[in-house]
Every structure is written in structure tokens, then in C-alpha cells.
């Protein structure tokens, strides 16, 4: 009705603003990040390739959904009529990139995992060749899952296994972290032990050096996790209780503006997480900034 369209007003006029904020700083942040990131010769190979498939749909959140979704708000402002065809459209292009950025935190926090339960082996066994492998899948796999709005006949089902696979995933990423911090306990009981043993001072240092990297490089990731696990979590659970039935349609595309704005306002956070805990990323980062800086005062 009029009066419920003039409630929702104020809530749609605050997300396209805010959006307009996000999509200039997501590209601009996101595109110091990849350069950041590139140039950070102390990443190991494989995390250097995930977080540039991380990064790469941080900035495609922000060069082209944002502009799409605030086209979508300004047209509802306007009570123009969205064609059906655009509204799947847009749907596809939302969820591609949402489920790309979630099936990528997810492998993050698993080749993280690997790096601390492998130790020595992890390069043997995480070649540079099977990341890219799984950076091809994941993106083949986000086109897949999120073209299903034109699969009509099969659109609840697929729907629901959509759900059950993310569930599964949010389940694998608590393990997988638990593990690692069981991990990374161990390893600081060992070198503890090897300081008061007096062994070697040259393998103390070497062991030391290893398992600070380790760990920095897992709670980097681990921040990124949580945030991102923040900011996905009201989306998943608005799409399950509306999927349940125990959301009313209203409800739901009221609340849908709000959830979808948080979900986007990750990819401008995790450049942010990126260069507060990982030091590699912040020191190229900071001399990044200060090149561009002396070019402008010159």
C-alpha cells in the first residue's frame, strides 16, 4: 500500500546513499589491495592466489552490482516497473559474486589450515597449479549456483541445496579454525619447550620465525572470516526463514535492502582487515601510499 511504501521510503533513500558511498571506496581499496598484494614477495604463492580471487570479487561487488543494485532502489523509489527479465538478471549478478566471495573465504580458511597442520609438506602437497585449479572451480561453480533463477522447474530445489552446501561450508569453516588454534597451541607448547631445553639457537629461531608467520597469516584470515561471516549471516538467514515460510513476503523484501547493503559493505572491509593483520600486505601497502604522495608533491 501508499502508507507502507512512504515507511520504506527513508530505509531505501539511506541504502542507495550509502551504497553510492561504498561502490567509490570497495574500487578504490580493493585496486591499491591487488596491487598491494602482487607486489607482497613474502605471500606464499597459493594465499597470494586466493586473495587475489577474494579481491577480484570484492571489486566486481563494487564496479558493477552496487551500480545495478542502486539502480534497483532508485527505480523502486520511483515506483518504476522492473522488467522481469532485468530483476533475474540482477539476481544472477548478486549471487555470483556473493557465493564467489563465500566459496573463497572458505578455501582461504582452508588452505590456512593445511599450512599449519602440513608444516613442512604444505608446499609439496598445495602446488600453485591446484590453487589455480580451485580458483577456476570455485568461479565455474558460483556461475552454476547462481543462474539457477532462470531454472524455474528446478529453482526450490536447487534453492534448497544451495542452503544445505553453504550450511555445510559455515559448519567446515568453525572446524577448520578450531584446528587451526588447536594447532598453532601445540606448536607454541613445542617451541616452548625447545627454549627451555636450550637446543640450537639457529633451529629455536628458525622454528620461531615459521610459527609467527603461520600464525599472523591464520588470524589474518580469521578476522576476514568473522567479518565477512557477519556480514553474509543476516542474508542466509532472512533467504532460510523466508524459505521456511515463517517470513511474510513483506517482511521480506523490506528487510532484503538492508541485508544486501551489509552484505556489500564486506567487500569494503576486507582491504581494511588485510592491511591491519597481515604486516606483509600493510608494509607494501604503506610504500605503495607514500609513492603515490611524493608524485603528487612533486
Known amino acids: 500500500t501508499s502508507a507502507d511504501f512512504e515507511d520504506f521510503r527513508p530505509a531505501l533513500v539511506a541504502n542507495c546513499v550509502f551504497n553510492s558511498f561504498l561502490s567509490y571506496t570497495n574500487i578504490f581499496l580493493n585496486i591499491i589491495t591487488v596491487h598491494a598484494i602482487r607486489k607482497t614477495a613474502l605471500l606464499p604463492k597459493p594465499l597470494r592466489t586466493l586473495l587475489l580471487s577474494l579481491v577480484a570479487t570484492d571489486v566486481g561487488v563494487g564496479l558493477l552490482v552496487q551500480p545495478l543494485y542502486i539502480f534497483t532502489l532508485v527505480s523502486r523509489l520511483k515506483r518504476k516497473r522492473i522488467d522481469c ?23 582461504i580458511s582452508v588452505d590456512r589450515f593445511l599450512a599449519v597442520h602440513l608444516h613442512l609438506r604444505y608446499q609439496e602437497r598445495v602446488t600453485h597449479k591446484r590453487v589455480i585449479a580451485a580458483v577456476i572451480s570455485i568461479w565455474l561453480l558460483s556461475a552454476i549456483i547462481s543462474s539457477n533463477v532462470f531454472w524455474d522447474p528446478l529453482f526450490i530445489i536447487l534453492l534448497v541445496i544451495g542452503l544445505v552446501t553453504i550450511t555445510g561450508c559455515l559448519i567446515l569453516v568453525v572446524i577448520v579454525y578450531w584446528r587451526i588454534y588447536i594447532v598453532l597451541k601445540r606448536h607454541k607448547s613445542q ?90 600486505i600493510r608494509r607494501t601497502l604503506m610504500d605503495t601510499m607514500r609513492g603515490i604522495i611524493n608524485r603528487f608533491r612533486e
Open 85 to 107: 527479465i532485468y530483476d533475474k538478471a540482477l539476481s544472477v549478478v548478486i549471487n555470483f559474486f556473493c557465493v564467489s566471495s563465500f566459496f573463497n573465504v572458505v578455501t
Open 191 to 280: 617451541i616452548e619447550e625447545l627454549r627451555i631445553q636450550e637446543v640450537q639457537q639457529r633451529v629455536q629461531n628458525g622454528d620461531l620465525s615459521n610459527f609467527l608467520k603461520l600464525r599472523k597469516s591464520a588470524l589474518g584470515t580469521f578476522y576476514a572470516c568473522i567479518v565477512f561471516l557477519i556480514c553474509y549471516l543476516p542474508s542466509y538467514i532472512l533467504s532460510f526463514l523466508f524459505l521456511a515460510r515463517l517470513l511474510s513476503s513483506i517482511s521480506y523484501y523490506k528487510a532484503w535492502p538492508h541485508t544486501t547493503t551489509l552484505f556489500f559493505l564486506n567487500s569494503s572491509l576486507n582491504p581494511v582487515i588485510y592491511c591491519w593483520k597481515m604486516r606483509s
